[in-house]
């Protein structure tokens, strides 16, 4: 799957994930009042305001980019009506030929990891009948339980030919407080690292593996020595735009080939006709917005790249 | 709201949580058969059947017990007829009187962490509504993140009277490899343990804080450790039964006044009919199977305390 990754990025010349996690309060008031009138102010009116924006957004950006990642948590906080609206936007993305990571941050024990590992990226068996249930390309783990609670991911990344990105380094203000911690001298952050690395070597495509990491943009002295320890990992870059990290510290994720990482942006690309710098866009257009959003990050990126 | 588990506990004198998390396997086939028979061998069919032996189960049972405990990775596998089956076990399960633990072992950044601390804890207020999406009594949360990926959980625990269970020692075989490492000469589950019991501090709820810990009754000794350092912490004990825990291993969880710990089992009891133990019942008293492994269980930990 990761070998999927890489051709849309070089062929989109964008290694870019555009994060799709709409809030009530970024979407525009127009397209609110239409669900609402449909569905009342309502659980499913509120998930039919982000079906219709995000149908928009990536109606507007599809071409541009190699892959979106929906948010779970903002569909899960609108319960049924909202994990179905995920679901829907899922199923959407890929008929438009984008790669899906679902950000999910899953991981329990051994057992329980195998239900999201089947539910989110393999396939279950009814009675005679086989069904994906979620169907996306890649999924976001949380490592905390360690090797058993990832090895059912990595039996259906193998299986299946998917992917996932494992939390090493999160781009938050706390992530130090755990993460950070030395063990034996190093950081915590770089003992899982390592074990990305090792778990990655059992699923293999190409160059890269199929087992990528999370690596947060705010931290790019860590991306640049978590770039090193893991050779054959790509990472995907969390907290550019919003959340403070700039091009330039980009750099430190890549590798010299100019792959190895893949950036998000979230609220920076689908919130963009918010901003000052779109806001000649205005409410109607907030999809064009989007999509000049995306074209200003790409070159941004590509200045970045370009500089190393 | 821990005062209010801490209260059912002593009216059952049952410290146990019933873990509501089927499969497919565990199912009777007579209960299979009519699901499948209504809805096909389709998704819903089989999470018609989880309906079906949930309901069944929460009937025998619900009169001994405080609280169940329904693993939401069981049903997030059959998609969203399965989560739709989540939402009317907790609802279910809340109208006979139970407290429902949502384990959901989510954790994010903190503006996401909001959004999973609302659709599951709190409530979301859409135009002039308000609704509580999927409305358990507790969750589980991973702290991987850090404090602002806890905090917003926190938050909601407060305002709505909540609360939750932080994975601080998990109980399976690998939850060492990052969760025992030293970090200035303590394991990194008891520096997880220590912000636990300060989370704690902001949210307490009489002589115990509305933040628990999971730590695994596979780990005995290090329980006895835990249940020191957090006096006022809540201790969820799962890994009883199936996972190899035994009751003579539960006393360390507990505090002198026999509180401070609830015990899960899941497969014990759910799946007791599959059980030597509870053959004379077979497949079609499965419910009452699983009400004689509650009894069973409740004995044991009685024993357990009673010699501590």
């Not at 569909?75 to 936007?89: M, R």
């Not at 999924?139 to 059912?152: K, S």
């Not at 130090?176 to 390592?194: A, K, M, S, T």
């Amino acid at each position: 799957m990761i070998s999927k990754l890489i051709e849309k990025i070089q062929k989109t010349n964008a290694p870019i994930v555009v994060g799709l996690d709409p809030t009530m309060a970024m979407i525009p008031e127009q397209l609110k009042a239409k669900a609402f009138a449909e569905f009342g102010e309502t659980l499913e009116g509120a998930a039919e305001a982000f079906w219709q924006f995000n149908k928009a957004i990536v109606d507007s950006v599809y071409d541009l980019i190699p892959c979106v990642k929906p948010q779970i948590a903002m569909y899960e906080q609108l319960g049924i009506p909202g994990l179905i609206v995920y679901k829907k936007t899922v199923d959407y993305c890929r008929e438009k030929g984008l790669l899906v990571l679902g950000d999910i941050k899953r991981g329990d024990i051994g057992s329980t990891s195998a239900a999201y590992a089947v539910g989110h990226l393999g396939t279950i068996q009814i009675g005679s009948n086989t069904y994906a249930p979620f169907a996306e390309d890649f999924a976001t783990v949380n490592p905390y339980l360690g090797t058993d609670g990832v090895e059912p991911f990595l039996k259906v990344c193998r299986e299946e030919d998917k992917g996932i990105f494992v939390l090493v380094k999160t781009s938050n203000p706390s992530s130090g407080e755990f993460q950070d911690r030395l063990i034996d001298g190093r950081p915590l952050y770089e003992h899982v690292g390592e074990k990305v690395e090792e778990w990655g070597s059992t699923c293999m495509d190409g160059a890269y593996s199929n087992v990528g990491a999370v690596v947060g943009a705010t931290y790019p002295e860590m991306g640049a020595a978590l770039r090193k320890l893991m050779p054959h990992t790509y990472i995907l870059v969390p907290g550019y735009g919003a959340q403070g990290g700039k091009g330039e510290d980009l750099k430190a994720f890549f590798n010299e080939d100019g792959l190895g990482a893949i950036v998000n942006s979230s609220r920076g690309i689908i919130a963009a006709w918010k901003q000052e710098a779109y806001a000649q866009y205005g409410e109607a257009n907030f999809a064009e917005a989007s999509r000049a959003a995306v074209i200003a990050m790409r070159e941004d990126i590509q200045n970045a790249l370009s500089s190393k």
